[in-house]
């Protein structure tokens, strides 16, 4: 079946240092991914997603490639701040509107 | 973008009553609807998919008697915890599925409802 694999937290950066979260994923087909972001107390929001290999999606600085050669798609942001520490997750959707398989999630704190 | 709707955003109840949680889609229609379940920093595991005027989907594992789902209309889908023990205290999120047109073909995306955190005493 499908799954994802995400690096383990918590991960803990001063502000302005470059942030790498890892997330490897299995599946049968050739699914969309996605990184969605969840702020303490509050749902999910989706930070960027990419249908198709070699896309990348970007949003607020934060950037991920979809590597079909190493089933890759690691987020990314240069210069990370104090108001991006939140949970990310990692997640896969194999067909659209198919459920999202999501990755453990990992806690990410930015301190000033 | 789409915004998703949950209510309560926290419910506190005794052991052996039920709690419903809404999910509504404020600015389109969900035919499809998604409850997930999610323990202290763990991930979300999907508990059902929510069909408007049709039964729900459970995934495997999850008591369809114990967890009542209903999609009656295209806005909103219920989740109501019946008879609800300490176990079933958690925070309950939903999604709802959101497929616009665009020129390359349909678009879908899954919008997020902020959550409902239900502790059972």
């Known amino acids: 079946g499908n799954s994802v694999t995400q690096m383990e937290g918590p991960v803990t950066l001063s502000e302005e240092a470059f942030l790498t979260i890892n997330c490897t994923y299995t599946?049968?087909?050739?699914?969309?991914l996605f990184w969605y972001v969840q702020y303490p107390g509050e749902g999910l929001q989706l930070l960027l997603k990419a249908t198709k290999a070699d896309d990348k999606g970007s949003n607020k600085g934060f950037e991920a490639t979809y590597r079909k050669e190493t089933t890759s798609f690691h987020l990314e942001k240069g210069s990370v701040q104090v108001s991006d520490s939140a949970v990310y997750f990692c997640a896969l959707q194999e067909t659209s509107g198919s459920r999202l398989t999501f990755g453990e999630g990992t806690q990410l704190t930015v301190n000033p | 973008g789409a915004v998703v709707s949950q209510h309560p955003s926290w419910v506190i109840c005794k052991s052996g009553t039920s709690v419903k949680i809404e999910c509504r889609s404020l600015d389109f229609q969900a035919t499809t609807m998604f409850w997930y379940r999610q323990f202290p920093k763990q991930s979300l595991m999907l508990m059902a998919t929510s069909n408007e005027g049709s039964k729900a989907t459970y995934e495997q594992g999850v008591e369809k008697d114990k967890f009542l789902i209903n999609h009656a209309s295209l806005t909103l889908s219920t989740l109501t915890v019946t008879s609800a023990h300490p176990e079933d205290s958690s925070f309950y999120i939903c999604?709802?599925?959101?497929?616009?047109?665009?020129?390359?073909?349909?678009?879908?995306?899954?919008?997020f409802g902020p959550g409902t955190r239900l502790l059972v005493l």
């Open positions: 999604s709802a599925r959101d497929v616009g047109v665009t020129s390359g073909g349909p678009l879908e995306t899954q919008y």
């Open positions: 599946a049968t087909g050739y699914p969309s």
